[in-house]
């Protein structure tokens, strides 16, 4: 944090458990006024302290918004269990629920309000965009669609052997079994690469969450691996054709990495049915680059504050 900004840590109601979020405040709040409202959302694995809260929701509040970053259902500090579940509709519902939350302060213009999110959680923006018009204005940092990376890397492109191994997962668990929480990394760089690893997500991930440059405590990496048959059959873009009519923007490196953002960027920028979408391409960096390098962060930030003031 900056001097000018402020951050408060607050707790709201979700389904049937309390959601923890951190809020950014503007340089010179003043609770008697009205403000754009943003609800930013962190990668799968993450948690509000990483990217999506220090990096982005940081840099849009210096900029005039109230920006609003939760932990995940069954994540980070919120609750739910069991813990470390991945399923996408409430990922979504979540940003549901901290829209709710904003449009509940006296200090936040109910009318403005807008969403960004980081890898999973750009995806999960654009999905929750497609079913909840509160939502005026989208943004999506190297967004990844879960559903089908679940399918297609996380399975080894073999999907019908994963939906196999998650129901006998399951099974064995509802009978008794341990569940087991899956990390989704190596342990690090080096241990990544004695496993014969080269890919660059792959690689830059772990060096992001495994060492002191984005590790924090609740950025834990990892899976309930059983329950995450929800997302075998899911589509962040789904409907995006005939829903999807806010402004949005889609912000990508060039350098396309197992993960498929680069892929993903392209398909919602083509699928959208927005008036207003703007694709912007950081040319020379990747997708790790993205979540706090600060020229390709500066890039973005140039792009999506005028954004974000030019339609909310």
């Known amino acids: 944090m900056t001097a000018s900004t402020q951050l408060k840590t607050v707790t709201y109601q979700n389904l049937g458990w309390d959601t923890a979020a951190d809020i950014y405040l503007p340089p010179g709040f003043d609770d008697q006024k009205k403000y754009p409202a943003i609800v930013s959302t962190h990668p799968i694995g993450s948690c509000k302290e990483q990217t999506a809260g220090n990096v982005y929701a940081k840099g849009l509040a210096e900029a005039g918004f109230v920006v609003l970053v939760h932990d995940a259902s069954f994540q980070g500090a919120s609750g739910g269990a069991p813990r470390f579940i991945e399923d996408p509709a409430i990922r979504v519902s979540d940003i549901r629920f901290a829209v709710d939350y904003l449009q509940s302060l006296p200090y936040v213009d109910a009318e403005r309000i807008g969403a960004i999110g980081v890898c999973g959680g750009g995806a999960y923006t654009v999905q929750a965009g497609i079913t909840d018009h509160r939502l005026k204005a989208l943004v999506s940092i190297t967004g990844v669609n879960y559903g089908r990376l ?44 004695q496993a014969g690893i080269t890919d660059i997500d792959v690689l830059e991930a772990t060096e992001y969450y495994k060492t002191a440059r984005g590790q924090q405590p609740h950025g834990a990496t990892s899976q309930l691996m059983s329950f995450s048959g929800a997302a075998m059959g899911w589509d962040a873009f789904l409907h995006a054709e005939v829903l999807l009519t806010q402004p949005l923007m889609v912000v990508i490196g060039d350098k396309p990495g197992a993960f498929g953002a680069y892929r993903d960027g392209w398909e919602i920028y083509g699928r959208a049915a927005s008036q207003r979408k703007e694709i912007v391409v950081a040319e020379g960096w990747s997708h790790y680059d993205l979540y706090d390098k600060p020229e390709p962060v500066a890039l973005a930030l140039a792009r999506v504050v005028p954004f974000f003031k030019e339609t909310l």
């Open 150 to 193: 679940i399918r297609e890397g996380f399975a080894q492109f073999k999907p019908l052997e994963m939906a196999r191994n998650i129901a006998r997962m399951r099974a064995a668990q509802a009978q008794g079994a341990e569940r087991d929480v899956a990390d989704l990394l190596p342990a690090s760089v080096e241990a990544a690469r």
